[in-house]
T-cell receptor, first 115, second 111 residues
Framework: DTGVSQDPRHKITKRGQNVTFRCDPI?????LYWYRQTLGQGPEFLTY????????KSRLLSDRFSAERPKGSFSTLEIQRTEQGDSAMYLC?????????????FGAGSRLTVL | AQSVSQHNHHVILSEAASLELGCNYS??????LFWYVQYPGQHLQLLLK??????LVKGIKGFEAEFIKSKFSFNLRKPSVQWSDTAEYFC?????????FGRGTSLIVHP
């Protein structure tokens, strides 16, 4: 499968716990994006990487959120001290560095439920 | 900052009816425009895109959209919907590599 992979697909955790999501983009894509989607809303931008550099972060990304893309390949999104308001679908997407510059290919998402 | 407004949140149609979903955006610079679709149980996927040139663009499954610069609009159309078009549709204008998604429109097509 050469699409965008996300793991885990579902995560249930208790408030206050830390969680980490992983995204494996399409291998030749330089750009990687994280979005968050709640019920009845469209995806909200969280952060964006060009290779290993994190170029932009949304104000939605509080200090409890951190994202990395250490070697310009896979990325992780960690949420510390989870809150019930963090319950959402976390979407990863990637796009090529040239040509169809920002046509995003999405993964299936990681659904987080905070109890 | 860019923003996007989708006017119809829930649309219910019968097969063969025509569809038009409104999308308006605000953005000061050069904007690329996208419609994404999410079929039940599937990933978000690109439906069509506009970068430049002919303002009437065609996408997959008979969908098309028209970019009207003066109205900051990029409305999605299909002359005759099918049951298989039941899905969530998202308008997403994007400037500097970061598409901003609208709230989405839930389309239900009755056979």
């Amino acid at each position: 499968d050469t699409g965008v992979s996300q793991d885990p697909r579902h995560k249930i955790t208790k408030r206050g716990q830390n969680v980490t999501f992983r995204c494996d983009p399409i291998s030749e894509h330089n750009r990687l994006y994280w979005y968050r989607q709640t019920l009845g809303q469209g995806p909200e931008f969280l952060t964006y990487f060009q290779n290993e550099a994190q170029l932009e972060k949304s104000r939605l990304l509080s200090d409890r959120f951190s994202a990395e893309r250490p070697k310009g390949s896979f990325s992780t999104l960690e949420i510390q001290r989870t809150e019930q308001g963090d319950s959402a679908m976390y979407l990863c997407a990637s796009s090529p560095g040239t040509g169809g510059a920002n046509v995003l290919t999405f993964g299936a998402g990681s659904r987080l439920t905070v109890l | 900052a860019q923003s996007v407004s989708q006017h119809n949140h829930h649309v219910i149609l019968s097969e063969a009816a025509s569809l038009e979903l409104g999308c308006n955006y605000s953005y000061g610079g050069t904007v690329n425009l996208f419609w994404y679709v999410q079929y039940p149980g599937q990933h978000l996927q690109l439906l069509l895109k506009y970068f430049s040139g002919d303002p009437l663009v065609k996408g997959i499954k008979g969908f098309e959209a028209e970019f009207i610069k003066s109205k900051f609009s990029f409305n999605l159309r299909k002359p005759s919907v099918q049951w298989s078009d039941t899905a969530e549709y998202f308008c997403a204008p994007g400037g500097s590599y970061i598409p901003t998604f609208g709230r989405g429109t839930s389309l239900i097509v009755h056979p």
